[in-house]
């Protein structure tokens, strides 16, 4: 775990990144923050009672204590960004986000050669709450920020493998140059991958205040049901950064699980402070092998 810790170090990303402005709309990876402000007003959002990815009906679920949650053995999950070779222009910082193609392809081929199977979040959430089993060596593939190189590169190469991925959609961005427009965050659905939320414009959600709510969480999440049809019940934490007070809010909205990074899970939440690995950029298919098996 030390080693884990020593290698993500999220909050010294975080600290880094936070400063750094958004041109517009052109939203570059999590280690940029939007400066877009909006004036939104509530919205009926419904509220589907199942959640389907493998036709698992997550209201039979039975909800285990926290002690419980935190007894079941992690399992690995990745957090990737940009799919898509280094430019000159990229700064040392921003090449941690950004996985160049080969290096991307080479990891998706260790991960198969290696036995791993992807699952999708309502099968680790069945398995956090009643040890559901999963199959050998489960591993989850997680993408943040909607960039287009996610469904046009890293997609069809996990395909190959007949893995599935989770997609946090960040929804101010859909449509833009180099983000995915939403015909193709429902095809990455229709093609049995999950589509959760990662906010409106990627602000932190510990400094949200009384509409933000709505702004960053209840209009996205109900634009994302319309593309997909289906309910969106997950969600990622811009820049891996929680607090307790948002715990509630996301339950109140009947999000079931959210993602973090590398910090500790919460001992009273630990299905809202789900761990993730970021993939580094400068990680070869090798060094990425030993901090999966280090890190979980």
Not at 39 to 55: E, H, L, Q
Not at 62 to 75: D, F, G, I, N, T
Not at 101 to 122: C, R, V, W
Not at 176 to 199: C, F, W
Request: aromatic share 10%; net charge positive.
């Amino acid at each position: 775990m030390n080693n884990f810790y020593a290698v993500c170090r999220p909050k010294r990303a975080a600290s880094l990144l936070l400063p750094a402005l958004a041109l517009g709309f052109m939203l570059n990876s999590c280690q940029f923050q939007s400066q877009i402000t909006a004036k939104a007003t509530a919205g009926d959002i419904p509220r589907p009672k199942t959640v389907s990815a493998k036709n698992i009906v997550l209201k039979e679920v039975k909800a285990a204590s926290a002690a419980e949650v935190l007894s079941r053995k992690q399992v690995p999950i990745l957090c990737y960004h940009q799919i898509r070779n280094w430019k000159a222009t990229d700064s040392k910082t921003a090449k941690d986000y950004i996985v160049q193609e080969n290096d991307f392809k080479e990891q998706m081929k260790m991960l198969a050669d290696s036995g791993y199977h992807t699952i999708l979040p309502d099968e680790l959430y069945q398995y956090l709450n009643e040890n559901t089993p999963l199959p050998a060596k489960p591993i989850m593939l997680t993408f943040d920020d909607t960039d287009l190189d996610q469904y046009s590169l890293a997609s069809p190469e996990m395909k190959k493998y007949g893995f599935k991925g989770v997609f946090f959609i960040m929804t101010v961005s859909l449509g833009r140059p180099r983000y995915m427009t939403k015909d193709q965050v429902k095809e990455l659905s229709d093609d049995g991958n999950v589509i959760a939320s990662h906010t409106w414009d990627h602000h932190n959600v510990k400094k949200y205040q009384g509409e933000d709510w709505v702004t960053q969480i209840d209009k996205p999440t109900k634009k994302l049901q319309e593309i997909t049809g289906k309910p969106v019940k997950y969600f990622a934490y811009p820049f891996g950064l929680w607090n307790e007070q948002a715990i509630p809010e996301l339950k109140k909205r009947g999000f079931v699980a959210a993602f973090q990074l590398s910090e500790k899970r919460d001992q009273a939440d630990p299905l809202f402070t789900i761990r993730r690995l970021l993939a580094s950029g400068y990680w070869s298919a090798h060094t990425l092998s030993n901090n999966i098996q280090h890190s979980f």
